[in-house]
DNA sequence: AACCGGGGTGTTATCGTCAACACACCGAGT
DNA sequence: ACTCGGTGTGTTGACGATAACACCCCGGTT
């Protein structure tokens, strides 16, 4: 049995086909006893609106794109899963591309742009959304964590704020200094986590080890940990490098809590379960999710204009710190 | 400016609208010379194929739904990874719909036979596929980790064969039998796990322990530590599990792997760095989520029928025992 | 000379939906 | 009686791509 068209709700509930699309469109000039034979007929036929035809007229799909550079971080999936549930609950479906950093994002975008959608979300690692100025052409776009910048809507968590708050409770446990395992140098989160930490360090006049980057792994974490031996607290910029770092640490003796305390980031739901539990920056990936959503779909749909208020347009989610046993203060009280 | 369409591109060829589409689909038809003229038309103006208008002529959106019923563990969100990276090799896209246990996969189908997408690949946790069985209508459907059965493409990881292997390795190292903590109940991930780590113990004549069941998440792993007390070895459903229970251990004063030798399942990139390292059976994604991609486009695409081949297909891909430090022989050889 | 076959190309109609316009009807105001 | 505004509905014509068919031009048969 072929599809069902619009035409043929529209013959058996004897009315034109325009009609019927009116009654799908939910148009206000339709009679309530024709919209309701109309409602009959598309059930009892099982009308399903053939989205593709819709889009070659409207131009519109009702799609988002989703830019995603890896999804091999906690963060990035859960922003994916975040993104998905929002957009559903707008009847927006999301489309994921790939754009690892050889391909580059350019083929991303255009295989978004085949696909007509709406507008893009992109994930992560945006530095280098510089580049791709010219290549989006007027998708509208939501860009998360990224450098906030003229004619870029961004949404991010407060990331400098969260490494502050952690760093500000490493040194109010009692530790002389908090070195610093840094994320890749070109990602935006990292940056603003090594801000934060460098902020509460001069709050409190504390010294400024130069921080040891790590690329998210936690195999840099484990890496890391010789160079940060002599340290008493470290903070570092996510959940994997520290649980890298706890290993690192172990292997060489040093105990956590007891000799050096560490604090991560994003709280990972087995971050709980770490030997020991980590003390960790989580972020609120659901209402990242959904504020980036809101934006994206208000652009999309909005009748207001893209030259308005959409200028240089960064919104903030606040994180905050869970202080568990990896954190004890170094100097019992 | 307004899109580029196939008329715009052949009147800058001067052919006609038809030649530029034999052009983009590859025909042999066209005279070399008249082709390389359009390409370089297309060029010149920047066309692209509008996805929407070909999909409205053609019935076919060169678009994948993947049905998942949450990204929170590490295995989906890499074969989510995985599946986007081999359908873009195939110039295809996916668009994720999630089907959570009390929304059911109905409005996920519902939303997918809306795109109008060319089939599907369901994730995990299948058990409950049988509801739909008449709901999908005659969507070609690839299903990762479930029960093969009649008319159902499946592709799976062997289960049972790893767990087998992760249980003799435990019975090898000296464990006079293997606890074991499961998945939950309506996984066939799970079941398989727990069928496979039950032949190990029948064909080395060990005693079966019932086993002890948690959710896939650390916490329940932890929370399991205590039930699972008086064990020498455990083999737990997954890795985060296994983290949970290392944790639980560790809480209780159980040493791992001097009292008690722990295995999980899956190798997430962090398991190398658990404490200690988590000896653990390794998926390939990446193959897995290729084969169902492979498989779901000859369904799409072929023209054997499936009447045919497809007829209650199943493959098993393999999978690895890699050995790290918490299954170091109970008993020093 | 008439015919054939096939490569290369154009024409036409169509997929399902919706914007724009047309129209028919009705009660209210002049 | 006659316009008027509003309401409910139908008609027409795109949107962009392509399947099906029609056509022309050619060299090679009969």
Chains 1, 2 share one sequence.
Not at 97 to 122: E, K, N, Q, Y
Not at 294 to 319: C, N, Y
């Amino acid at each position: 049995m072929p599809r069902v068209s619009m035409a043929d709700v529209a013959a058996h509930a004897g009315v034109s086909a325009q009609t019927v699309s009116r009654v799908v469109n939910g148009s206000p000039r339709v009679d309530p006893q024709t919209r309701a034979r109309v409602e009959e007929a598309m059930t009892a036929l099982g009308y399903r609106i053939h989205r593709a035809a819709q889009a070659l007229r409207t131009g519109r799909t009702r799609t988002i794109g989703l830019v995603v550079s890896t999804l091999a971080t906690v963060g990035n999936s859960r922003m994916l899963q975040a993104v998905c549930a929002a957009a559903e609950a707008r009847d927006y479906a999301i489309v994921v591309v790939t754009a690892t950093a050889d391909s580059g994002i350019r083929p991303a975008f255009s295989r978004l742009h085949d696909r007509a959608v709406d507008g893009a979300i992109v994930l992560n690692e945006a530095t280098r959304l510089v580049q791709m100025a010219g290549t989006t052409g007027d998708m509208p776009l939501v860009v998360v964590d990224a450098e906030p910048a003229a004619h870029l809507v961004t949404v991010q968590t407060d990331h400098a704020d969260g490494a502050r708050a952690a760093t500000a409770h490493l040194l109010a446990g009692g530790a002389e200094t908090v070195h610093h395992l840094a994320g890749p140098a070109d990602s935006f989160a990292a940056a603003e986590r090594e801000r934060g930490w460098r902020a509460a360090l001069a709050n409190a006049g504390a010294a400024v080890i130069e921080p040891v980057r790590g690329d998210w792994g936690s195999r840099s974490g484990a890496a890391a940990a010789t160079a940060l031996a002599d340290a008493t607290a470290v903070f570092a910029a996510n959940d994997q490098m520290a649980l890298g770092l706890l290993h690192g640490f172990a292997d060489l003796g040093r105990r956590v809590p007891d000799e050096v305390a560490v604090v991560g980031f994003d709280d990972v739901p087995e971050a709980v379960d770490y030997l020991p539990p980590l003390t960790t920056v989580r972020q609120d990936f659901d209402a990242l999710a959904a504020r980036a959503v809101a934006r994206l779909i208000d652009l999309a749909e909005g009748t207001a204009a893209r030259a308005g208020a959409s200028d240089g347009d960064a919104e903030v989610l606040a994180a905050e710190l869970v202080v568990r046993e990896s954190s004890r203060p170094v100097r019992a009280v």
